[in-house]
């Protein structure tokens, strides 16, 4: 079928089942990767293992959530001055760049 300019040669998306499946075939993987991830914490070494164990466990339950504090000077961000938003967004650079700096960490050990 040739293709048409303008038109998707997917219209109805990527099926969802695709994921649903993934996901119950990593959760009963979930135990394994627990016990590998306390062995692994035990002897301190096979960072291959550990990264699979972590992608299961990332797969079945979905990552950990992270928080924010967004509390500041108990203002709403709305109400919060330039100076104040400026240093707000160098908080959230920086965070983000600790968990970046983390995750080369944990890909190196």
Do not use: C, W
Request: glycine share 8%; charged share 30%; proline share 2%.
């Amino acid at each position: 079928m040739p293709f048409v300019k303008g038109q998707s040669g997917n219209p109805g998306g990527r099926r969802k089942k695709h994921i649903t499946d993934l996901s119950r075939e990593a959760r009963k993987y979930a135990s394994l990767a627990l016990s590998t991830l306390v062995e692994i914490t035990r002897k301190g070494q096979e960072r291959n293992r550990l990264t699979a164990a972590s992608t299961l466990l990332d797969r079945g339950y979905g990552k950990a959530v992270a928080v924010l504090d967004l509390m500041m000077m108990n203002k709403k961000l709305n109400e919060l001055s330039a100076d104040e938003l400026a240093a707000f967004e160098a908080r959230l650079v920086s965070a983000a760049a600790d968990d970046v700096e983390a995750q080369g960490e944990l890909s190196l050990h």
